[in-house]
C-alpha cells in the first residue's frame, strides 16, 4: 500500500495485517446487483452512522475541526464532537454522530427497522461530505471515508471478506431484519450484473490495500468455491 492511498493509515496497516489471508467466497458474488443511485437510495446507507476504531475516530475529529470552514460550504453542521462512544448488542465502540433525516419522506421502501437519522457528513442532496472533501483535495474518492463506508455492501466478518443475502446477515436478530442486505446496493436485482462486476471498484481497492487481486479471486481464481460456515455465535459480533 502507497502512502497517500488513505487518510487512515494506521488502520489500513492493522487491516492488512488482518485481512492478508482473509477467505473470500467466490459463490456469493455471483448474486446479481444493481450500482444505487443517489437519487433512489438518498444515502440511506449512511442512516446510523458508521462504526470505526480508535484511530480513525481521531482522524475524523481532527478532519472536522481541521476543515471546518469546507465542511461548512457543504451546509453540514458539524457537532463539536463527530465520533462518540457506543454500544451494539453489548459490544462497545466508537460511532460518528447522527442527526435527523426523514428518510421515509424520500423514499417509499425505507425498512421499517431503519431509524430516521444519518451521519453528520451526509450533505442534504445525500452526497457524502467526506467524499466530497477528497475531491476538492485531488484525492481519491474514499481517501477520507472510513473503510467500511466504501466496503458496503461487502463486510469484514471474522477474519472473512462476505457479500451477505437476507438469508445469511449476520446483523438479523428477532427485533432487528438485518443490516446489509436490506440497503439498496446490497439487494438482490434479478436485472442487474453480478456482485463480482457490480462491485469490481470496491474490490480493486480492497485489493490494493491488501496487496491481492481480489476481482479475479470473487470470479472464482486463485482460490477454491468455498461455501462459507456462519458459526452459532456470529450474531454476538459487529
Known sequence: MRMGFTAFEESAAGLREHLKHAKLYPKEFERKLSR?????????????????DDSTAAVLQRLATDRASDFRKMELDLPAKVVGPTEWRGTPGNITALKPRPFRSLMGDYPAHFEETACVFLMNDSRC???????????????????SCWLLPIKIWKSEIHLYTDETDPFRFPDYEGFTSRTCCGRTSE?????????????????????RDLVAEANGAAI????????SDAKQEL
Open 129 to 147: 461530505g467526506l467524499q466530497v472533501l477528497a475531491n476538492r483535495d485531488g484525492k481519491h474518492p474514499w481517501y477520507y471515508k472510513p473503510f
Open 191 to 211: 436485472s442487474g450484473l453480478s456482485a463480482a462486476e457490480v462491485l469490481k471498484p470496491e474490490l480493486e481497492y480492497l485489493g490494493r490495500l491488501l496487496g
Open 224 to 231: 477454491g468455491q468455498h461455501e462459507p460456515q456462519l458459526k
Open 36 to 52: 444505487c443511485s443517489l437519487d433512489g437510495c438518498h444515502g440511506m446507507c449512511c442512516y446510523g452512522g458508521v462504526s470505526v
